[in-house]
């Protein structure tokens, strides 16, 4: 009875054994979820970057990570996705300024008045100075950046013609919820109004607000253009979107998986610089054909809007510290 009792007991840990093999070797195969969030429209292309990235991901890997991407604030806002990217409920996103508030160097993401041309913006934000601005933001939320995506030039479009200081200084116009953007038009002289994005078409419409500050793209995505008449090339900043994803979701993929991921990143941000440029060009194109004016400024309007942030850049450099010299490495960079 004995040998009969321990060949029973053997038999049943070997039946555990070969499930628990099956149930390590089923997780092993188990699809890998990345949920992106983005406030991007579908057409931008941060977006079609993102839908680059999953078709690249999903192949290489195949078919181990599936990746869901959430355009246009589907999962929320920018602020209740970074969130959700901290908490590790969402992977992964493609943020703005808000994360600010996390690490102030951060910010220099859309450094006002510096980059000049597309050449100098990939050297800066695809080198030293990108990981520079980082700082502690790893550090204190566990969220890696790992790139940065294009939102591009910032300009202004308006319901009426802007070609000098006097025109845009009685301009109403919108910014996002973000102190940055409402002190730097303020002290261009215009009314600052901090708005959500969801309600920036109605604001034009209604002319609550006279005008917005965005790149072309956003302009062009988000339909803005029916409802403004002009736009001044301002380009008073240019800006990036930082790429976020959750530290403790990085540390979990494979590690035979983690460069197909991590090569897949970097695809798809280069591909994003390649397609912004090309699409600024195409908006400029499309704007012009919608029937809506574009103002570049003249070297004196230039200078005058410079001049005019002298309180702006003493604020600006003492609420971010280190500004002022990442600033100065980044005017250095070749035009």
């Given at each position: 009875m004995k040998g009969i009792a321990g060949w029973?007991?053997?038999?049943?840990?070997?039946a555990w054994c070969a499930v628990a093999g099956m149930t390590a070797e089923a997780r092993a195969q188990e699809k890998i979820i990345i949920r992106v969030a983005t406030y991007y429209a579908a057409s931008h292309p941060v977006q079609q970057s993102l839908e680059f990235f999953k078709r690249n991901l999903e192949e290489e890997s195949g078919g181990r990570f599936a990746v869901q991407v959430y355009p246009n604030n589907q999962l929320g806002s920018e602020e209740v996705y970074t969130d959700l990217i901290k908490r590790g409920t969402i992977q992964m996103g493609v943020c703005g300024l808000l994360i600010k508030k996390d690490e102030a160097k951060t910010a220099l993401a859309a450094p006002p008045l510096v980059i000049q041309t597309w050449k100098q913006a990939e050297a800066c934000f695809n080198g030293p100075i990108g990981r520079k601005i980082i700082g502690d933001y790893t550090r204190n939320t566990d969220i890696h950046i790992v790139g940065y995506m294009v939102n591009g030039f910032r300009n202004?479009?308006?319901s009426y013609a802007i070609d000098a200081m006097p025109e845009l200084q009685r301009l109403t116009i919108r910014v996002p919820e973000i102190e940055v953007f409402a002190r730097l038009l303020k002290g261009f002289g215009c009314d600052a109004v901090m708005m959500p994005r969801s309600e920036v078409y109605n604001a034009l419409e209604t002319r609550a607000a006279a005008g917005q500050e965005?790149?072309?793209?956003?302009l062009r995505a988000s339909g803005w253009h029916?409802?403004?008449?002009?736009?001044?090339?301002s380009r008073h900043m240019f800006a990036c979107s930082p790429v976020i994803v959750n530290g403790r979701f990085l540390g979990s993929i494979p590690a035979s998986l983690r460069p197909v991921f991590d090569s897949n990143i970097r695809k798809?941000?280069?591909h994003n610089w390649m397609i912004s440029r090309e699409d600024e060009e195409a908006s400029i194109a499309f704007l012009k054909e919608k029937g809506l004016s574009i103002v570049e400024p003249s070297p004196e309007f230039r200078h005058a809007m410079r001049d005019a942030l002298e309180d702006f850049f003493a604020w600006y450099y003492k609420e971010i510290p280190g500004a002022q010299e990442i600033i100065a490495e980044m005017d250095a960079l070749p035009k």
């Open positions: 029973t007991m053997l038999a049943t840990c070997l202004i479009s308006s965005n790149s072309l793209s956003v029916e409802v403004q008449g002009h736009v001044l090339m798809a941000i280069a």
